[in-house]
C-alpha cells in the first residue's frame, strides 16, 4: 500500500513506555518480527496523539484534519536483505475520526477503531482516556517534570529519545501482509512526564501478557512538531 507523502503537525504526543517479558512478546507478534530488547527486556507502550493539519504534502492547511489518536506499539526487530532492521509493530490503532475507521487497511495503513477520547490539557497536567468500539480502554494522569525517573531501565533520558527516535518505521497488520508507515519529525524533542496513573486494558489482558509480565517503566512528552508521513514497503506475511 503507498500512500503520497502525509503532512501535518504534532500537536502533542505522549509515549507511555512498559518493559516485557520477552517470552510473553514473542507469543503475540507475528514472524518476521521478534522483540527488540534494551538490558534484556521487551519494550512496549501506547502512544496517545493529537494530530492537527493532516493532508497530502503540499495542499494548504485549511483542508487538513484534526485528530485524537491512540496506538499500542512493539519495538521490534527482523531480518531483510541480509541487514537487521528496527521499528514498531502495532497490534492496534485507534482513532476519534471515523474519516481514519474508512480508510485505515484501504488508503492508510492498519485498521482502526473508533473511539471515544476525554482530553484534559491545563498547566502542564494531562489526562487521556479513551474506550474502542471493542471495548479496549486506556486513562492516563501525568504531569511535566524535569527529572527523568530514575527508576526506568533506560537510565537517562537521553537514552530513552535515542531509543524511540529510532523506532519510526511502525507496522501494522493488514489482512495477509504488514502495511510500513514511517514517521519523519521535523524535529525531535522528548520531555518526561511523571505519571500518577496509568491503565490499558491491552496490556492488562493477561491472556496476552501473563500477570507480572508488564511493568510501566517512564513517559515522555513531544509537543508541536511539524511531520511527514511516508510509506514503507510492505512486508508479506509468512508462516
Request: charged share 25%; proline share 6%; with cysteine.
Given at each position: 500500500m503507498k500512500i503520497p507523502t502525509i503532512h501535518?503537525?504534532?500537536?502533542?504526543?505522549?509515549?507511555?513506555?512498559?518493559?516485557?517479558?520477552?517470552?510473553?512478546?514473542?507469543?503475540?507478534?507475528?514472524?518476521?518480527?521478534?522483540?527488540?530488547?534494551?538490558?534484556?527486556?521487551?519494550?512496549?507502550?501506547?502512544?496517545?496523539?493529537?494530530?492537527?493539519?493532516?493532508?497530502?504534502?503540499?495542499?494548504?492547511?485549511?483542508?487538513?484534519?484534526?485528530?485524537?489518536?491512540?496506538?499500542?506499539?512493539?519495538?521490534?526487530?527482523?531480518?531483510?536483505?541480509?541487514?537487521?532492521?528496527?521499528?514498531?509493530?502495532?497490534?492496534?490503532?485507534?482513532?476519534?475520526?471515523?474519516?481514519?475507521?474508512?480508510?485505515?487497511?484501504?488508503?492508510?495503513?492498519?485498521?482502526?477503531?473508533?473511539?471515544?477520547?476525554?482530553?484534559?490539557?491545563?498547566?502542564?497536567?494531562?489526562?487521556?482516556?479513551?474506550?474502542?468500539?471493542?471495548?479496549t480502554e486506556i486513562n492516563i494522569d501525568a504531569s511535566e517534570t524535569v527529572i527523568f525517573s530514575d527508576k526506568s531501565i533506560f537510565e537517562t533520558l537521553e537514552n530513552a529519545s535515542e531509543f524511540f527516535e529510532n523506532g519510526d518505521l511502525g507496522y501494522s497488520p493488514n489482512k495477509d501482509k504488514f502495511d510500513g508507515l514511517r514517521l519523519k519529525a521535523y524535529t525531535w524533542e522528548v520531555k518526561p512526564l511523571d505519571v500518577s496513573n496509568v491503565k490499558s486494558s491491552f496490556f492488562e489482558n493477561e491472556e496476552l501478557f501473563p500477570k507480572g509480565s508488564v511493568t510501566f517503566d517512564n513517559a515522555l512528552l513531544m509537543t508541536n512538531i511539524e511531520h511527514e508521513w511516508k510509506s514503507e514497503a510492505e512486508i508479506k506475511e509468512t508462516k
Open positions: 501535518g503537525y504534532i500537536d502533542r504526543r505522549i509515549l507511555i513506555n512498559f518493559t516485557a517479558d520477552p517470552n510473553a512478546v514473542e507469543k503475540i507478534i507475528p514472524f518476521p518480527f521478534r522483540p527488540k530488547l534494551y538490558k534484556g527486556r521487551a519494550i512496549v507502550g501506547m502512544c496517545l496523539i493529537r494530530l492537527k493539519n493532516i493532508k497530502p504534502k503540499g495542499f494548504p492547511d485549511f483542508i487538513g484534519v484534526n485528530s485524537e489518536n491512540g496506538a499500542h506499539r512493539i519495538a521490534v526487530e527482523w531480518g531483510e536483505n541480509g541487514e537487521t532492521k528496527t521499528g514498531v509493530y502495532i497490534p492496534r490503532r485507534d482513532t476519534s475520526l471515523k474519516l481514519n475507521t474508512l480508510v485505515g487497511g484501504r488508503i492508510f495503513p492498519g485498521k482502526h477503531y473508533l473511539a471515544k477520547f476525554h482530553v484534559e490539557e491545563k498547566d502542564g497536567n494531562y489526562h487521556v482516556d479513551f474506550k474502542s468500539s471493542d471495548g
